[in-house]
């Protein structure tokens, strides 16, 4: 099952993107509906408000007054965070039933969480994939004066009310922004949904890795580090045997070329821990590569048996990631986070590391996979970088406990 977490800014036409998604087939469970389905009379929700807020915000025959509750807790922090207390653990809990109830008609179905305040309650790392839905601020502002008959105040209001669209959209897996038509938003989301989740759902259904082709392509991405943070977060609250995710290889570099490929290394006890935390990791979107595999040793620990890992590749088709999974204290783990803090350090080392990379990509450009241009990088690890690295973790006193989880 895919879990998709929808979002936006209010009047950023998340309403629309979820009705397509809805029509496109997926199933849709929609937090608005839940927070007042959970507050309806006789629900034990609606007293806890009551006593909170008092009887004024009650209608004569009992339900909720709705607009009154808003007046009472607009300019008011801590009246929010109480009805906040109040309605959202159980709307979650509302939310985890209706989602086990798909799982069990379509195990294979797509889930999509319209949850307006998304980000507010921090629930961005708890789907394979995040979704906001963005417009510009003088638009949103004219939408819900004209067409919710709101004052200019009271919109400008609303908006700061929730986080700011940087806030949100720093938390997404896929911002589309909703500045033109209705239609141009219909398409944008079709052709998400066509492109992206529908294959991502497959693969997770199927415990598939996403297919690649191609020679390799080197590039440059300021966006890195922080699609790399959001899948460690992930990664990190999968179960307490995930010990640590770092982001190493090429793309934890700032400024050095790479394939456009995430490296993500997941820390673990054992090899056993590993391999009993598999199927977590297939059903999260990271489905094992079978076969055995193991780092390239060095002339310090030569034994291949100390370099054996586990690799997971992700099932989403656009987001690539390699995922390295390597037990705590093992050569190839030290080596990861050591090449990592070595390329951040020093300039020169990067600038012959690119050299490398480019000359190897031009080699191997038109084949059809990347693995002639990960064979001739082998040897420029082995003669060159390998023995620098080691002077340097002598002479600078690196050790892991010196390396910082990022």
Known sequence: MLRVGLTGGIAAGKSLAASVLQELGAVLIDADHLARTVVEPGTEGLREIAEAFGPEVLQEEGSLDRPALGKRIFADPDGRATLNAIIHPRV??????????????????VVVHDIPLLVETGQEDSFHLVIVIDAPHQMRLRRMVEKRGMTEQEARGRIAAQADSSTRNAAADVVLVNSGSPDDLVGAVEALWRQRIVPFARNIELEQPAERRGGPVLVQDADWPRQAALLARRLGRLD????????????????????????????????????????????????????????????????????????????????????????????????????????????DITAAYAAEKERCAAMHREDSTTAGYAACKEDWFTTFASPRLSSWRNDVGWSPARSRPS
């Open 240 to 347: 307490p045997r995930a010990l640590r995710v770092d982001h190493i290889g090429s793309t934890s570099v700032r400024g050095l070329p790479a394939k456009d490929v995430l490296d993500l290394q997941l820390t673990v006890a054992s090899l056993r821990d590993a391999d009993d935390l598999s199927g977590s990791l297939a059903r999260a979107g990271f489905p094992r590569l079978p076969g055995s595999w193991q780092d390239t040793p060095t002339a310090e620990v030569p034994q291949p048996e100390k370099w054996q890992k586990r690799l997971h590749c992700n099932a989403d088709p656009e987001r690539p990631v390699n995922l390295h999974v390597r037990v705590e204290g093992s050569p190839g783990w030290q080596y990861a986070l050591a090449f990592r803090d070595w390329l951040r350090s020093n300039s």
């Open 92 to 109: 979650r809990d509302a939310a985890a039933e209706a989602e086990s109830a798909a799982r069990a008609v379509s195990p294979g179905a």
